[in-house]
T-cell receptor
Framework: QQPVQSPQAVILREGEDAVINCSSS?????VHWYRQKHGEAPVFLMI?????EQKGHEKISASFNEKKQQSSLYLTASQLSYSGTYFC????????????FGKGTLLTVNP | EAQVTQNPRYLITVTGKKLTVTCSQN?????MSWYRQDPGLGLRQIYY???????DKGDVPEGYKVSRKEKRNFPLILESPSPNQTSLYFC???????????FGEGSWLTVV
């Protein structure tokens, strides 16, 4: 079952902050975050592992609440280059390579 | 240059005509996977492989086959394509023990 992302879309002005949430109905071992620009392949941002938190990219950070089976991606002081669709991918154990992705959050940053 | 290469990038085919989408990576990665991406549905995993001759189903394997005879190659086979397999397909790879997944550029497939 796919994790649920919210919001589905968000529009920001350059310099504003945003939070994207990812929620699963299953216990999570890890959460991955990717960004995809239109017409391009997804690009890895960061991974959060059970029992830890990892900051991976520019002014973008994330949290992982294992008990709530949720992860949040924080984008601070957004830049035009942050525009794109953000996906979370979750792993619920078993093979580390079996990822289930959410439907995505479309982020638009305007000047 | 380290990369995941898919071919063809664009294909229009007819229902029932067998086709293969090739995927090759030059990074000596153990893990490879196929995803399809459809509007409003995000990325859905079709099959994945943890090493040569080791494959397993993802979330949407119906209508697809894969093989992993060599470490670098992971072809996706559509034995009898149907219009509902019209989609954007991504191949991906990752080294064992790591978590970063590298995606290919995608293959646009249309089945008419």
């Amino acid at each position: 079952q796919q994790p649920v992302q919210s919001p589905q879309a968000v529009i920001l002005r350059e310099g504003e902050d945003a939070v994207i949430n990812c929620s699963s109905s299953k216990a999570l071992y890890s959460v991955h975050w990717y960004r995809q620009k239109h017409g391009e392949a997804p690009v890895f941002l960061m991974i959060l592992l059970k029992g830890g938190e990892q900051k991976g990219h520019e002014k973008i950070s994330a949290s992982f609440n294992e008990k709530k089976q949720q992860s949040s991606l924080y984008l601070t002081a957004s830049q035009l280059s942050y525009s794109g669709t953000y996906f979370c991918g979750t792993n619920s154990g078993g093979s580390n390579y079996k990822l289930t992705f959410g439907k995505g959050t479309l982020l638009t940053v305007n000047p | 240059e380290a990369q995941v290469t898919q071919n063809p990038r664009y294909l229009i085919t007819v229902t029932g005509k067998k086709l293969t989408v090739t995927c090759s990576q030059n990074m000596n990665h153990e893990y490879m996977s196929w995803y399809r991406q459809d509007p409003g549905l995000g990325l859905r995993q079709i099959y994945y492989s943890m090493n040569v001759e080791v494959t397993d189903k993802g979330d949407v394997p119906e209508g697809y086959k894969v093989s992993r005879k060599e470490k670098r190659n992971f072809p996706l086979i559509l034995e009898s394509p149907s219009p509902n397999q019209t989609s954007l397909y991504f191949c991906a790879s990752s080294p064992q023990g790591a978590h970063t997944i590298y995606f290919g550029e995608g293959s646009w497939l249309t089945v008419v």
